[in-house]
C-alpha cells in the first residue's frame, strides 16, 4: 500500500508526537540548568555536606525559590537528590565537583559560548563556515589566540580537554594492548590527561605530549602532579608545519581530525606517518559515523557543531572516509573498537 500523507500522520498520535517534540525543544533548557548550577557552585557546594534549599541559597547567593526551582530540575535530570528536605548531589553529580577523581564539571562553562554560536546554524549550513564573526565579532584565530594569551582562561579551557579525555583515555589503555610499544606520543595532546592514563595503565611506557607552549607548559604540571616525570615529557610543535618529535611507537590524535577539512587532516596524519618507524601504529580517537552518515546521536550533533564552531570542511567522518584520509597518508585502517564511550578508536598501522 502507498503511503499517503494521511496514514503517515497517524503513525505517531498527536499527543506523543508533541511530547516528543516539546522534549526536544526544551533540551537546551536542560544544559542550560546544567551550566548555570555549575556556575553558581551547586555542585561544589553540596559536595561539601548536604543542605536545605534556603542553605544552599544563602551559601551561593541566590534567591531561596529560585534554589528550590533550580534544584527541583537538576533531580529530574539525576544530578542531585532529596530526602527529608535536605539535598545532595546524586553519584553523578558528585563527578560535577573539584573533588572528584575524574572532574567532569568543566565542559558545561561551555554552555553558554557555544549555545550562542549554534542559533546561526542555518547560516552556517547555507555558507559551511563558522560563525565566530556572527557570534561573537571576532575571528576563531582571534578567539584562540586570545585564550592563548590568558592563562587562567587556558588552564580552563584544558580542564575541559581532561575531562573528556582522562575517562576515554582509561578506556584505551583497556581495550588497546600497549605491551609491544615503548612510547606513545599524544599528537595535540592538551594537557596530557589522555597520554597520562594510558602511561599509568602500562608501566613500561614512555610518554611524549605535543602541543603549542602554553599548553606544554599545563602538560608538564600535570605530568608532574602524576608522578611520571621521570619517563614522560611535553614538547612544543606545529600541528601542521611540524617535524614531530621522534622516539615513539605509537601516535594518538584525540578529537583532532574532526576539527580540520580533509586537506588539513592529511597534512597532520602525513606529518604523524614520518614521525613513525617502519610498522608504527596510529591510534585515532574520534566518533566514527556509519557509512551512510548515521550513528549516535552526539556524533550527528557535533557534525553539525563542526559546521559552526570549526573551519570549512570540518565533520565527523565515516569509517570510509578514515580509511580514505588514512590510505593517502601512508596509513592501512585495521580496526575499528567501538568501546561504549563518546568516541571510538580507530587503529592504522604505517605502511
Not at 596524519?269 to 557509512?291: F, K, Q, S, W, Y
Request: with cysteine; glycine share 8%.
Amino acid at each position: 500500500m502507498a503511503i499517503t500523507r494521511e496514514n503517515r500522520a497517524t503513525e505517531v498520535a498527536p499527543l506523543e508526537a508533541l511530547k516528543r517534540l516539546v522534549a526536544l525543544t526544551c533540551g537546551f533548557m536542560a544544559s542550560h540548568a546544567l551550566a548555570a548550577a555549575c556556575n553558581l557552585g551547586v555542585f561544589e557546594e553540596l559536595g561539601k555536606g548536604q543542605a536545605s534549599p534556603e542553605e544552599l541559597a544563602r551559601t551561593i547567593k541566590i534567591n531561596p525559590d529560585g534554589c528550590r526551582r533550580l534544584l527541583a530540575a537538576l533531580r529530574q535530570l539525576g544530578l542531585v537528590e532529596e530526602q527529608n528536605g535536605v539535598w545532595k548531589n546524586s553519584a553523578l553529580g558528585e563527578y560535577l565537583t573539584s573533588q572528584s577523581p575524574v572532574p567532569l564539571g568543566a565542559p558545561a562553562m561551555l554552555v553558554q559560548s557555544f549555545s550562542h554560536m549554534w542559533e546561526f546554524l542555518p547560516d552556517a549550513l547555507r555558507e559551511m563556515s563558522p560563525r565566530w564573526q556572527q557570534a561573537f565579532g571576532t575571528t576563531a584565530e582571534e578567539a584562540f589566540t586570545a585564550l592563548y594569551e590568558d592563562p587562567a582562561r587556558l588552564k580552563h579551557f584544558t580542564q575541559c580537554m581532561d575531562a573528556i579525555s582522562i575517562p576515554e583515555g582509561r578506556e584505551i589503555a583497556s581495550h588497546f594492548d600497549f605491551a609491544p610499544f615503548h612510547c606513545v606520543m599524544d599528537v595535540a595532546g592538551g594537557p596530557a590527561g589522555l597520554s597520562i592514563e594510558i602511561c599509568k595503565r602500562y608501566p613500561h611506557l614512555r610518554g611524549i605530549v605535543m602541543d603549542l607552549p602554553p599548553v606544554c607548559r599545563i602538560a608538564e604540571e600535570r605530568i608532574r602532579a602524576a608522578g611520571l616525570q621521570n619517563r614522560f615529557k611535553a614538547v612544543s610543535a606545529d600541528l601542521f608545519k611540524g617535524p614531530y618529535p621522534n622516539g615513539a611507537d605509537v601516535i594518538t590524535l584525540s578529537w583532532v581530525l574532526h576539527d580540520w577539512s580533509d586537506e588539513s587532516c592529511l597534512k597532520i596524519l602525513r606529518n604523524c606517518h614520518a614521525a613513525l618507524p617502519a610498522t608504527g601504529v596510529l591510534l585515532v580517537n574520534e566518533i566514527v559515523l556509519n557509512d551512510d552518515h548515521s550513528g549516535t546521536e552526539y556524533g550527528t550533533l557535533m557534525s553539525l557543531h563542526m559546521a559552526i564552531a570549526m573551519e570549512p570542511g570540518s565533520k565527523e567522518r565515516s569509517q570510509s572516509e578514515y580509511r580514505a584520509l588514512l590510505e593517502q597518508a601512508g596509513f592501512q585502517l585495521e580496526q575499528v573498537i567501538r568501546y561504549g564511550g563518546i568516541r571510538d578508536l580507530i587503529v592504522a598501522r604505517k605502511l
